[in-house]
């Protein structure tokens, strides 16, 4: 069970590796509604086998559990793996899960929240794995007995490519439609796209918007023809438009809101470029062909960073950081995110030119201004 849609993104490895073992018929997935569509997108567990959980309101959230519950009693399932790394909801689902083996991590002397011992195969979290290995590690354990663990002997897994989103031809030319309505042109300028994340659940993480402004405004001086487009959930919608009448130019909109999830990876596919903190978009990006500048303070790259070729990272490395983590339930006492702090408008403006312009120069069409 992976609950939040970047290590959806991240598990993909692990998933195709559980389908090479067991079949793709006999692999179920559970998974909170709002995430359900970047699983669908990956399209390694047949839509059918897809357990969604809603959250809209707790007596949906209770009624789904129970179905889920049924559903997977029905299957009679052999056996469950926990993507949760210490979640307790996760472990008691496992459990109640009818399935023999249970495999997750486990904390052996109280270094992260107690689960009991609810599962058969307990293994040792090692923080030092990236979030894929760490996922990958837990399938590949249920080719072990359980009295072997913590002793592992697997070496960490190579990268595995993720699946590339596709769109059919009058998905993408209703996305252009709307761009070319918005921002008054006749064919889809260049963009660079803003997820400045106004509604952010981890405030630590958040950039300061006045840091976007600024860039916004030096991305425009430089570069004539670009457009810059805010992106965002509904609920950032009327924040980021702020944001948009901060910058206060005729070239910067905000699509927060106005898109389905599949048109706004579409979108991602027309953009050159995107400057986001470390969140969902950061990760399911990547299934697109834009390249993405992904902000990191209060979790380190080195777990939960993409790995491929368009993610450029950025992180101040201070000593505080990561201060969120596995082991503290994503808690941190930090009230003053400098590690965000740290990371200025020069650096991310210069990393978005360099890469901005690499990828104009590829298809001939670098347009800098004089």
């Known amino acids: 069970m992976a609950v939040v849609q970047g290590a959806t993104v991240l598990a993909y490895p692990a998933l195709a590796r559980a389908r090479e073992m067991v079949g793709a018929e006999n692999l179920f997935f559970v998974v909170f509604s709002p995430n359900r569509f970047i699983l669908d997108l990956l399209q390694v567990v047949p839509p059918e086998n897809v357990l ?35 979640a307790r909801s996760s472990a008691i689902l496992s459990y109640l899960s009818g399935a023999r083996t249970r495999v997750g991590y486990h904390a052996f002397f109280g270094e992260a929240s ?28 249920l080719r072990r007995p ?10 960490p897994p190579e990268d595995e490519p993720l699946p590339r989103f596709r769109a059919a031809d009058e998905e993408t030319a ?104 470390d969140s969902g978009p950061a990760h399911y990006s990547t299934l697109t062909s834009i390249d993405v500048i992904t902000l990191f303070g209060p979790e380190t790259p080195a777990v939960f960073g993409a790995r491929t070729p368009r993610s450029h990272i950025l992180w101040a490395g201070t000593v505080c950081s990561p201060c969120v983590n596995a082991f503290n339930d994503r808690q941190s006492a930090c009230r003053d995110n400098i590690c965000m702090k740290k990371i200025t408008v020069d650096e991310v403006f210069e990393t978005a030119c360099r890469v901005y312009e690499t990828r104009r120069s590829t298809t001939g069409e670098r347009r800098v201004a004089p």
């Open 52 to 86: 969604a959980i809603r959250t809209s309101n707790p007596l949906r959230l209770v009624a789904d559990v129970f179905r889920v519950l049924a559903r997977m009693w029905r299957e009679r399932i052999d056996a469950s793996v926990d993507f949760e790394f210490f």
């Open 114 to 141: 107690y689960r009991g011992d609810l599962m058969t195969h307990r293994l040792s979290f090692n923080p030092f794995l990236h979030a894929a290995e760490m996922f990958q590690v837990l399938v590949e354990a």
């Open 146 to 155: 359980a009295g072997t663990f913590p002793a592992f002997d697997m070496t």
């Open 174 to 277: 209703e996305v252009e439609r709307m761009l070319c309505e918005v921002l008054g042109t006749d064919a889809v300028p260049p963009l660079v796209l803003l997820n400045a994340n106004c509604g952010d659940l981890l405030p630590l993480r958040r950039w300061e918007n006045e840091r976007y402004v600024e860039l916004a405004h030096r991305l425009l001086d430089r570069y004539p023809d670009l457009r810059i487009v805010l992106t965002g959930a509904p609920d950032e919608a009327v924040e980021a438009g702020k944001l948009v009448d901060e910058i206060g130019s005729d070239r910067c909109v905000s699509f927060a809101g106005r898109t389905t999830l599949r048109q706004l990876m579409i979108l991602y596919d027309l953009g050159e470029l995107m400057v986001t903190n």
